[in-house]
């Protein structure tokens, strides 16, 4: 049985227990099965929320279908079995195809929505904290960042300045410094306490701390803007 078979008997429940069993164990130890597994999710989760209809079903398997024979031979393949639509969308992930239409819809681990930060109202010259937020909501986030750190740094416990200080620090990819700020900030009472929870899971996950990734993910309510990015990284982490 191939890998896609374990994956698709795994989520579809057509595993006994003690094969649900041995192939949870396999997943730990086999690092290409893990692989495939996560990009089995990211297929299933594009086709759940960007492919729904049977009609965009269909179109895609017209555009991928050559790409999935010419990199994966499946026309060699027995006519009486039946791939999967979700295979034609993993063997395009393998082709680059799949990744080309991934950048071209929203719902990716790193395709959430970065707040903007606000800007005081200030007579006369550019002020520090004005300026770092224009560079932040420009998204020039490594021009931002010496500003919002030397903000942050003046004003320890603004919030306000903090996290949006972390957030630059996330999108320059710096995570470990991100974790150190955002960290007090979910564990505090202000209003950036479940958007700081977000963004230490993004974080975490990211340097590959999947325990610690899920922990926070699970704390981001449903009503947050960040519910759904969060209900990802727990589907991956899982």
């Known amino acids: 049985m ?17 094969e649900r069993a041995a192939f949870e164990l396999e ?14 999710l990211e297929a299933d989760d594009i086709l759940e929320r960007h ?5 965009n079903i269909a179109d ?34 393998a082709a680059a195809a799949i990744f080309i239409l991934y950048l071209s819809l929203p719902g990716g681990i790193d395709n959430y929505t970065t707040p903007d930060m606000p800007q005081a109202v200030v007579r006369g010259s550019e002020d520090l904290s ?17 500003l919002l ?16 200080y972390a957030v630059s620090l996330v ?25 700081a929870a977000f963004f230490v899971a993004l974080s975490a996950y990211k340097l590959n701390r999947r325990a610690e990734a899920l922990a926070f993910a699970e704390k981001v309510a449903e009503g947050s803007a960040y519910y759904q990015p969060s209900q990802k990284i727990i589907k991956k982490c899982r």
């Open 2 to 18: 191939s890998n896609f078979e374990k994956i698709e008997a795994y989520t579809e429940g057509r595993m006994t227990e003690p």
């Open 27 to 40: 997943l730990q130890a086999d690092a290409q099965l893990k692989q495939d597994y996560e990009d089995w």
């Open 51 to 55: 492919i729904g209809h049977q009609s």
């Open 60 to 93: 895609l398997k017209q555009i991928l279908n050559p790409l999935t024979q010419q990199h994966f031979k499946i026309e060699n393949a027995p006519k009486a079995k039946v791939v999967s639509i979700k295979k034609y969308v993993i063997a395009a992930i």
């Open 130 to 146: 004005n300026k770092g937020a224009r560079l932040f909501n420009e998204g020039k986030y490594e021009e931002a960042l010496p």
């Open 149 to 164: 750190k030397e903000q942050a740094s003046s004003e320890p416990s603004d919030a306000a300045a903090n996290f949006f």
């Open 171 to 195: 999108k320059t990819e710096r995570y470990a410094d991100a974790l150190a700020v955002l960290k007090p900030l979910s564990e505090g009472e202000s209003a950036y306490k479940e958007d």
